[in-house]
C-alpha cells in the first residue's frame, strides 16, 4: 500500500491553462505539506495543512491555491499557468503538529512533473 | 527567513571511495533530518538528530551534530553505486517548519 500517493504523475499543459494535482495520505497523519523542486533540485516548501487547517503559506503566487477537503488530503490548484510554474511537486506528511513542532520525519509523494509549454 | 547550506553541490567519486556532505547553519537547530533523493524519486527520510554532538551510524553511513548544533555531516564509507541520488539535510529552528539545505548531488563513477 502506497503511504502518500500523487496524482498525476506527469502534467504536460500549455501556457495560461488551469491544473489541479491530488495527495493522499493512508499513515493517519495531522499535518500534510506542498513543495516545489525545480531544474536544480532545491526543494522550497510551498504549503502546510495541519488537520485541514493553513497553518504555512510561504511567499507563494496566489494563482495556487491548496485545499483539504479532509486531513487525509491535500490538494493543489494552479490558475493561468506559466513557464516558471515547470518543476517537480512534491506532497509530504508527518505527524508533526503546531504544538509540537516539525520534528518528525516526513514521508514524501512520488511527485508531480510538471510541464508548462 | 532562516537557511540552511550544505556543501558541495554535486560531488563525483570513484566507486569504492568515501563520500562527506557537510550542512551547515548560522543559527541553533532543533533537529537535524538526512533525506536520500534517487534520481527520479522522492526524498526518503534516513535519520534524524537531535543532541549536540550526536553520532549515528546506519551500515555504511555515519551521521553527525555538531557540538553547536549549528552544523551536521553525512559521511559514507566505501561508495557503492546504489549510493548514487541527491543527499539533503533539513533542519527545524524552534518549532518553525523544516527547512532543507540545498543537497549534495552524489554521482559514482564505477
Known amino acids: 500500500d502506497t503511504a502518500v500517493s500523487q496524482t498525476p504523475k506527469y502534467l504536460v499543459t500549455q501556457m495560461g491553462n488551469d491544473k489541479s494535482i491530488k495527495c493522499e495520505q493512508n499513515?493517519?497523519?495531522?499535518?500534510m505539506y506542498w513543495y516545489k523542486q525545480d531544474s536544480k533540485k532545491f526543494l522550497k516548501i510551498m504549503f502546510s495543512?495541519?488537520?485541514?487547517?493553513?497553518?504555512i503559506n510561504e511567499t507563494v503566487p496566489n494563482r495556487f491555491s491548496p485545499k483539504s477537503p479532509d486531513k487525509a488530503h491535500l490538494n493543489l490548484h494552479i490558475n493561468s499557468l506559466e513557464l516558471g510554474d515547470s518543476a517537480v511537486y512534491f506532497c509530504?506528511?508527518?505527524?508533526?503538529?503546531?504544538?509540537?513542532?516539525?520534528?518528525?520525519?516526513?514521508?514524501f509523494g512520488p511527485g508531480t512533473r510538471l510541464t508548462v509549454t | 527567513g532562516q537557511q540552511v547550506m550544505q556543501i558541495p553541490q554535486y560531488q563525483h567519486v570513484q566507486e569504492g571511495e568515501d563520500f562527506t556532505t557537510y550542512c551547515n547553519s548560522s543559527?541553533?537547530?532543533?533537529?537535524i533530518q538526512w533525506y536520500k533523493q534517487r534520481p527520479g524519486g522522492h526524498p526518503v527520510f534516513l535519520i534524524q538528530l537531535v543532541k549536540s554532538g550526536e553520532v549515528k551510524k546506519q551500515k555504511r553511513l555515519t551521521f553527525q551534530f555538531g557540538e553547536a548544533k549549528k552544523n551536521s555531516s553525512l559521511h559514507i564509507t566505501a561508495t557503492q553505486t546504489t549510493d548514487v541520488g541527491t543527499y539533503f539535510c533539513a533542519g527545524t529552528f524552534g518549532n518553525e517548519k523544516l527547512t532543507f539545505g540545498t543537497g549534495t548531488r552524489l554521482t559514482i563513477i564505477p
Open positions: 509530504a506528511s508527518s505527524q508533526a503538529t503546531v504544538a509540537a513542532g516539525y520534528r518528525y520525519e516526513q514521508y
Open positions: 543559527t541553533t537547530l532543533s533537529n
Open positions: 499513515l493517519g497523519h495531522d499535518t
Open positions: 495543512y495541519n488537520n485541514k487547517e493553513l497553518i
